[in-house]
């Protein structure tokens, strides 16, 4: 099986423009969850998705939002992008909810000028 | 609200020494406790996990213990060899919440 794909890698940004990131999970895979990863906060939980409905969120302001699609695949979308967005962001995929191996993505880097 | 402390931040041995990375978590019914590891530039992986009804899993030269009263959890892996060196996250959850990761220890294994 292929594992999880996300595009683009790698994205620069400007201050207060907005961004789309996508996540293709493992095929078979209900839940797709996102975070975001800095060096000095390790892995930050942003939200999960399964079914398509949004099932849990992490501690991060309106501007970051998701969706997941009938097909599983996933977007997070960051609005007004802040400096401090600049971080690599992270899915990942897991058959269904719940506590299981999540299988994650490369990760697409994002710098915001 | 939910965290889990990871210490130490970094952590250098020698080959052949073992390793032991400390995670305490905060939230009494978490009861999924996972260890991942990222190496430089890849994704993490994960290499071993274990749940609250077990006190320790061991997998090879990785093992994990669980102190439910304590609310902690310790990685512990022997033998360490160069291509252990990584960083390793710890994680904890409860039910179907979500995954709270530790900040992370970089293991440094030098020949």
């Known amino acids: 099986k292929a594992g999880v794909t996300q595009t683009p890698r790698y994205l620069i940004k400007t201050r207060g423009q907005q961004v789309t990131l996508s996540c293709s999970p493992i095929?078979?895979?209900?839940?797709v969850s996102w975070y975001q990863q800095t060096p000095g906060q390790g892995l930050q939980f942003l939200f999960e998705?399964?079914?398509?409905?949004?099932?849990n969120k992490g501690n991060f302001p309106g501007r970051f939002s998701g969706r997941q699609f009938s097909n599983s695949r996933s977007e997070m979308n960051v609005s007004t992008l802040e400096l401090g967005d600049s971080a690599l962001y992270l899915c990942?995929?897991?058959?269904?909810?719940?506590?299981?191996?999540?299988?994650f993505g490369p990760g697409t880097r994002l710098t915001v000028l | 609200g939910e965290n889990v402390e990871q210490h130490p931040s970094t952590l250098s041995v020698q080959e052949g020494d073992s390793a032991v990375i400390k995670c305490t978590y905060s939230?009494?019914?978490?009861?999924?406790f996972p260890w991942y590891k990222q190496e430089l530039g890849k994704r993490p992986q994960l290499i071993i996990d274990?749940?609250?009804?077990?006190g320790e899993k061991k997998d090879q030269r990785i093992a994990v213990t669980l102190n439910k009263t304590a609310k902690h959890f310790s990685l512990h892996i022997t033998e360490t060899q160069p291509e252990d060196s990584a960083v390793y996250f710890c994680?904890?959850?409860?039910?179907?919440?979500?995954?709270?990761f530790g900040t992370g220890t970089r293991l440094q294994v030098f020949p």
């Open positions: 990942a995929s897991s058959p269904d909810r719940g506590q299981n191996e999540q299988f």
């Open positions: 095929s078979g895979h209900r839940s």
């Open positions: 998705y399964f079914s398509e409905t949004q099932r």
């Open positions: 939230d009494s019914a978490s009861n999924y």
């Open positions: 274990i749940r609250s009804n077990v």
């Open positions: 994680a904890a959850s409860k039910r179907t919440d979500k995954l709270i």
